[in-house]
């Protein structure tokens, strides 16, 4: 019955009363205990007696340290636990051994914590390493009722989740132990108070015995498959930690990850007992199994306890220290301070003192992080850099190069395609871009992305795997919950955001081009919108960074249309960074080039790894998986309506994810007789065939007042006549090809099907008789309401008109509102009472009033119905990604 643990989390739990409450004893240590017996005491529980550890090296433990100034710590005894009139004694993370006399003495007896779904590894000190190791598909833990036994009790209460590939003890332990945990703990405390607690035997089938693992039989066995070598050292991370022999000597391998596809260049390490030598790469480690396949390791630990980048093993030697300056050597003495104050048991910090052979535990590494970032604001530490400088010299060598910018990354390297367009050589990323850098699918493939202009391939590109989504959700996960983003000062990260738009500003010319070869939009248009609204967006929710009062969410999945790929990327992800999320996107398998070149653009601005990273390929694959996956917290899609169903379905059976979805339309703009005529032509010519109709909403259909419809058709036509339809890059061009060719041809069968039905074809309907996927602008009149073009949306430049009596306001409205779609709508008129009774009634999330595809940064964009929920834009965003929740407190 010995378990123990130490690491520092913050958990808020909602505050419920409940009638039924009991005098306990917390028997046990660590911040696990301190959370249970805080949050059992805001329960209203009255705890009668805290027995802890003894101090160590001076220092208490953190249940002792916590409890002390509101509850007397006793030594554990006999006489002392029995004596305090407990109703329970509750043992989060109990490392002593616990007479039976203590454990039955209370009326209720007592619950301890055990980190594993009894009776599965059972014994003294069974951490969840041995799921790792074992490869276990799910992990969890149980509260049982103690016994004498090695954890045999009776089963309270369990829980259990998904294991992932590259979980490791503190990546569980975070995500679902300590926090499921401590609810669970409290759960079961009131289940007892109540009369409700069960009390299931456990059995002997499934149950093993593990005895506490050591670090002499920690050593890893190389002659392994490289799955087996990656669970054993992720099943010993951090503690006691898997070791091999190099060049004779014992080094430690922490933080390993499988390796998806091939290696990359490195210098060859002989290891003993490894069936051939590893590779030391830019990634780390390369380790091969016996099955060929290989495993990368990212940190090595030498006996003196020096850690280093497993990266940096052959210049490991290299210690030259830097000369510091005045004002360097008075910062190098406020951050030796912080170090006495937290080695309270050290007389005094010389610069040989070692950070963790003074007692210092993992709660103390994030203590000192935190302190030196807010006493030197711009240094981005993190709680790898304390391990590897273990001692105050070491420490301070490795802050004053932070300080000075001499330990940046490595500069992004980038395999372009390029191409000599528009006057310019375009330098195109082509390649999946995860955690901070550019690199090929795991499997190796690629696929070519097409020029709508004439049908040319532009270049290949990395088709993601599923391999790579969960790779790219683990870094978002670890730059989430270690890295610098979501913590650092707000305004700092508003900077960053400013710091992004306005080198896409820089770069809006490259962008612009790279648009309209990839997507077919116009030039101008790209340049104007595309890409010009890309960085109003960024810029706009820049400023609401240090704004922003409540929580933010973990890891955000954003999947992107075809149509804007560019501004529907900023639309979906500035609200997001904003709030200190991190993200995975997958841009339109057709449209991904901008979404790669804004992904080289963010490292540019200084935006930290992991924070963003880009997956082209297959919805269906990509997009799933997304979906699916456990450590998404939040998914934004654009894209059609029964793919949304699809997304939103699998959403909730994984982890019932927050949704937000902007689906398909079918937007009604109404005309009215007393309309402004040269604007409704203007403005609805605009509505239909803006960005080639490919248009989220776009006027799906037109209905036009019987008195002015004639005229309003002949004006129409006459206008399309006059459009230049031709090379996007063309400045002249008004008019460019769709986005590929399965959707012209969708557009030429939608316009067969309204022949068919009866409508009549006034213009267009046809493909352009030119290289490359262009469609004639197509009017189509005499609509009924029950055809198919007057119910389905084109999503091109397809304009479809139907008339309507003189006079009949509420009979147009409920034709208009007769669709299952509620996107955009729009209405005509010199009458402002008309105009205003109209929008009230139209059943859509944008009205436009004798204007329309004017949108706006700071407005919500969203729909209704089977256009979808949740919004876009303006403040109402933040409120998608973001939570809130109530405490409440009672006084003790």
């Known amino acids: 019955m010995q378990w123990s643990c130490s690491k520092l989390l913050r958990v808020q739990s909602p505050c419920v009363y409940y009638q039924n409450k009991l005098k306990l004893a917390i028997i046990g240590q660590s911040v696990f205990g301190q959370e249970v017996y805080s949050s059992l005491k805001k329960q209203g529980h009255k705890v009668v007696g805290v027995f802890t550890v003894p101090d160590k090296d001076g220092k208490a433990d953190p249940l002792g340290e916590f409890s002390l100034c509101i509850n007397a710590v006793v030594p554990l005894s006999e006489t002392g636990v029995c004596a305090v009139g407990a109703d329970l004694n509750v043992m989060p993370f109990c490392s002593q051994f616990i007479p039976m006399n203590i454990i039955d003495h209370p009326k209720h007896g007592s619950i301890i914590y055990h980190p594993s779904i009894l009776p599965l590894h059972r014994g003294l000190l069974i951490f969840f390493w041995r799921t790792l190791i074992q490869g276990d598909r799910k992990a969890g833990f149980t509260v049982f009722w103690a016994d004498d036994g090695l954890d045999t009790g009776p089963i309270l209460l369990q829980r259990e989740c998904a294991v992932e590939p590259n979980d490791t003890v503190d990546t569980l332990y975070n995500r679902f132990l300590f926090p499921e945990g401590i609810k669970a703990m409290v759960e079961s405390v009131q289940l007892i108070a109540d009369g409700k607690a069960p009390k299931v ?16 039989n920690a050593k890893v066995n190389l002659s392994q498959p490289a799955e087996a070598i990656h669970n054993w050292i992720r099943g010993h991370d951090k503690v006691p930690g898997a070791w091999t022999l190099i060049n004779g000597l014992p080094v430690t391998l922490y933080g390993s990850s499988m390796l998806g596809g091939s290696a990359p260049a490195g210098q060859a390490l002989e290891i003993e007992g490894a069936p051939q030598p590893a590779l030391v790469t830019k990634s780390g480690l390369v380790l091969y199994g016996s099955d060929g396949k290989a495993l990368v390791v990212k940190n090595l630990q030498f006996d003196d306890g020096k850690m280093i980048p497993a990266s940096k093993y052959f210049s490991s030697g290299d210690t030259s220290s830097v000369e510091l300056t005045d004002e360097e050597k008075k910062m190098a003495e406020e951050i030796r301070n912080i170090w006495m104050g937290i080695l309270s048991n050290v007389p005094a910090v010389e610069d040989t003192t070692d950070f963790f052979k003074c007692g210092a535990a993992s709660m103390d590494v994030v203590r000192l992080v935190e302190e030196v970032k807010q006493k030197c604001a711009g240094v981005q530490l993190q709680n790898e850099d304390v391990y590897m400088a273990t001692t105050f010299q070491d420490f301070i060598q490795m802050f004053v190069r932070k300080l000075r910018g001499e330990d940046q990354e490595e500069e992004l390297v980038v395999d372009y395609a390029t191409k000599e367009v528009n006057s310019m050589t375009l330098k195109m990323p082509h390649q999946c871009f995860i955690n901070g850098k550019f690199e090929d699918a795991e499997n190796g493939k690629s696929y070519n992305t097409i020029n709508p202009t004439d049908g040319s391939v532009i270049c290949k590109v990395s088709y993601a795997s599923v391999g790579d989504v969960d790779r790219a959700v683990a870094a978002a996960k670890e730059a989430f919950d270690n890295g610098p983003w979501g913590r650092m000062n707000p305004r700092d990260r508003g900077s960053l955001l400013y710091k992004l738009a306005d080198l896409m500003e820089e770069h809006q010319e490259e962008l612009a081009t ?15 919108t595309h890409v010009g609204m890309s960085i109003q967006t960024f810029r706009y929710f820049a400023g609401w960074c240090d704004k922003i009062q409540v929580p933010h969410l973990l890891v955000c999945a954003i999947v992107i249309p075809w149509n804007y790929p560019l501004m529907m990327l900023a639309w979906k992800s500035a609200a997001c960074l904003a709030a200190g999320n991190t993200l995975v996107l997958k841009p339109a398998q057709v449209t991904p080039l901008t979404a790669l070149k804004f992904a080289e653009i963010s490292v540019k601005a200084g935006i930290p790894k992991g924070v963003i990273n880009i997956l082209p390929g297959s919805g269906g694959m990509v997009g799933q998986r997304l979906s699916d996956h456990p450590d998404i917290r939040k998914l934004g899609f654009t ?51 803006f960005n080639k109709g490919e248009n989220c909403i776009a ?194």
């Not at 035997?201 to 506490?212: L, M």
């Not at 197509?778 to 389905?792: Q, R, Y």
């Not at 105009?835 to 407005?859: C, P, Q």
């Open 514 to 528: 790279i648009e309209s070869i990839d997507s077919g939009a116009v030039y101008t248009l790209a340049l104007k």
């Open 699 to 892: 006027a799906g259909r037109l209905f036009v007042e019987e008195s002015i419809h004639d005229e309003y058709i002949n004006r129409v036509v006459e206008e399309i006549k006059k459009m230049k339809i031709g090379d996007p890059l063309d400045r002249s061009t008004d008019h460019g090809p769709q986005n590929h060719k399965a959707h012209l041809d969708k557009l030429l069968e939608y316009c067969e099907v309204g022949l068919k039905e009866g409508a009549t074809l006034v213009y267009g309907g046809r493909q352009v008789d030119r290289p490359g996927f262009f469609m004639e602008p197509t009017v189509f009149t005499n609509v009924e309401d029950h055809m198919f073009i007057a119910k389905e949306e084109s999503f091109g430049p397809v304009m479809v008109v139907s008339k309507f009596p003189d006079g009949d306001v509420d009979g147009v409205l409920r034709r208009a509102n007769d669709t299952e779609y509620g996107l955009a709508s729009g209405v005509f008129t010199r009458d402002i009472n008309k105009a205003m009774h109209v929008s009230e009634r139209l059943e859509a999330g944008t009205v436009f009033i004798n204007t329309y595809n004017k949108t706006d940064v700071a407005s919500p964009f969203g729909g209704f119905k089977q256009s979808g929920f949740g919004k876009d834009l303006g403040e109402h965003e933040l409120c998608t990604l973001n939570y809130s929740h109530a405490i409440g407190i009672a006084c003790p």
């Open 201 to 216: 035997p456990q059995t002997e089938e499934g149950a093993s015995y593990e005895g506490i693992q050591k670090k002499s």
């Open 639 to 689: 894209g059609s309506t029964p793919i949304g169903k699809q997304i939103m379905k699998s959403c909730a059976l994984s982890n019932l994810k927050k949704v937000s979805l902007e689906l398909g339309g079918k937007s009604p703009l109404i005309i009215f007789s007393d309309c402004d005529m040269d604007k409704a032509v203007r403005m609805g010519m605009s509505s239909v065939f």
